[in-house]
């Protein structure tokens, strides 16, 4: 090629470099975009939903004294299997247990039978309705029929709604996009300009027509570039499998993934900016990647964290893209929105850039 058009497109001639070597070897092509792919799924089904409600097990002790409309709502409900037993000794041993709060009570024959066999159980009697066990589990039990009792008296609808952009799916797959990003941003740039110093690079760049610039910002945008292909199969792939799809304009959305990539990506350039070996690299990217998977709201809201962690995760520049993203594609929010945020990440984007200027080495100390 023309040593001209070399100088008048130095960076694209870089975003090139770049970028071949990705779709040269096929293994390349997996661990880029196959891996992390896998990842995102594997991922999205460890931390979506909670675990169904297992089948509730109802001991009935005296059925012919409990609310006729109760005991029959609890009978046609498909996830309650109903034990009856008589017992009225066993009845006036819990009754003795609300008196005196530290005795135990002793099960019996009968009951001892049904636990042997079935676990867990809710125990139902004329003078209320008992658990056997504190848990969880349990608790979700007694509140399941509990309802029944309320539906007995006044018939109306119970069930999970899915409201569109407020699934909980819809809140973790940004999260997940997110920290694909981060991945590839941190650790592959970091690696890859590590491998280019070992392997001379820099040192041949000066005699050629690139500009130090050309070099840095080529290195970002190949991976911005290669990280729209691994975007475009996880926003299918999510659709497809989980009916995952943005609610907000397209636009500010691509922007703010834009925005996001960018930074996440020069940080990657700083990690690498001094590094002499893969192993250094890598154990700085570790050291940033874990806690801003962390504590950038990835898989827990911030909101949950201590006040003084919630100060400090705020001005992290994954938490500010995490949240613009999350904003504009679930919520429809616009950019004059998530202004804080924007504002936020072109911040960064200054600061990383003088560091970077200032900190690279170029192999001008040696």
């Known amino acids: ?49 909670e675990k169904p409600m297992a089948e509730v097990n109802v001991v009935v002790i005296e059925q012919e004294k409990i609310d006729a409309d109760w005991y029959q709502a609890i009978e046609k409900d498909n996830k309650v299997s109903i034990l009856n037993i008589e017992d009225a000794a066993l009845i006036a041993r819990i009754n003795a247990h609300f008196a005196e709060p530290n005795s135990e009570v002793s099960p019996g024959e009968g009951l001892s039978s ?9 125990i139902l009697t004329p003078s209320g309705l008992f658990s056997t066990r504190n848990s969880h589990e349990q608790a979700i039990a007694f ?30 797959i940004p999260g997940i996009i997110v920290l694909q990003i981060i991945g590839i ?14 392997q001379g690079f820099f040192k041949r760049l000066k005699l050629s027509p690139f500009s130090r610039l050309d070099y840095v910002i080529g290195i970002v945008f190949a991976r911005v570039f290669l990280l729209i292909f691994q975007l475009v199969a996880l926003f299918a792939t999510f ?92 919520q429809g929010a616009s950019l004059a929105d998530v202004s804080v945020q924007v504002q936020t990440l072109a911040g960064f984007t200054v600061v990383l850039l003088v560091m970077i200027y200032f900190l690279f080495d170029w192999g001008d100390e040696k």
């Open 1 to 49: 090629m023309p040593s001209n058009v070399l100088t008048r497109k130095p960076f694209w001639q870089l975003m090139l470099l770049n970028i071949r070597p990705f779709f040269r070897e096929p293994a390349t092509l997996f661990w880029t975009f196959g891996f992390p792919i896998f990842m995102a799924l594997l991922l999205v089904q460890a931390f979506s939903g």
């Open 114 to 122: 049904i636990l042997s066999n079935h676990g867990d159980v809710l």
């Open 143 to 172: 509140s399941h029929v509990m309802a029944l009792q309320d539906q007995a008296r006044k018939p109306y609808l119970d069930g999970v709604i899915d409201l569109q952009g407020f699934r909980y799916i819809d809140w973790l």
């Open 185 to 198: 941003g941190i650790t592959s740039i970091s690696n890859g300009l590590v491998s280019d110093r070992q």
């Open 239 to 330: 659709y497809f499998l989980f009916g995952y799809q943005p609610l907000g304009n397209w636009l500010s959305i691509l922007t703010v993934l834009l925005l996001g990539s960018i930074v996440l990506c020069l940080i990657g350039v700083l990690v690498g900016a001094r590094s002499q070996k893969v192993e250094v690299a890598t154990g700085i990217s570790n050291l940033l990647y874990f806690p801003l998977m962390f504590l950038s709201g990835i898989y827990f809201d911030t909101s949950n964290f201590p006040q003084t962690i919630q100060n400090i995760v705020q001005w992290l520049p994954s938490t500010a893209f995490l949240d613009a993203f999350r904003l504009t594609a679930n």
